[in-house]
């Protein structure tokens, strides 16, 4: 089992950048798949990003892919999410996941993190 602690929301201008951090508890960190969702209010979680175990695949949504970068740092047992040019439609609860396997779907992931708000004004 993994526990999970999102951090660095905020309310930043469109254009700016952010970049999320996921701490994970526990020694089998490095062996789950990450994943990065977010949810707006009245609306379904939905995919962001997601990375292998080693940090040698990832996977992005169209929405994302050239202005959002999800990395991991196994021996400090945690997942981050750069995001840049932020627009304001980004704006959302962001939550990280931990699976055994590289997926796009909510129902892949076992553990979840209680969320950080990521606001852009326009």
């Known amino acids: 089992q993994v526990q999970l602690v999102e951090s660095g929301g905020g309310l930043v201008q469109a254009g700016g950048s952010l970049r999320l951090a996921c701490a994970a508890s526990?020694?089998?960190?490095?062996?789950?798949?990450m994943g990065w969702f977010r949810q707006a209010p009245g609306k379904e979680r939905e995919f962001r990003a997601a990375?292998?175990?080693?940090?040698?695949?990832?996977y992005y949504a169209d929405s994302v892919k050239g202005r959002f970068t999800i990395s991991r740092d196994n021996a400090k047992n945690t997942l981050y999410l750069q995001m840049n040019s932020l627009k304001p439609e980004d704006t959302a609860v962001y939550y990280c996941?931990?699976?055994?396997?590289?997926?796009?779907?909510?129902?892949?992931?076992?553990?979840w993190g209680q969320g950080t708000q990521v606001t852009v004004s326009s």
């Open positions: 996941a931990a699976g055994t396997v590289v997926a796009g779907t909510v129902g892949a992931y076992d553990f």
């Open positions: 526990g020694r089998t960190f490095s062996s789950y798949a």
């Open positions: 990375i292998n175990w080693s940090g040698g695949n990832t």
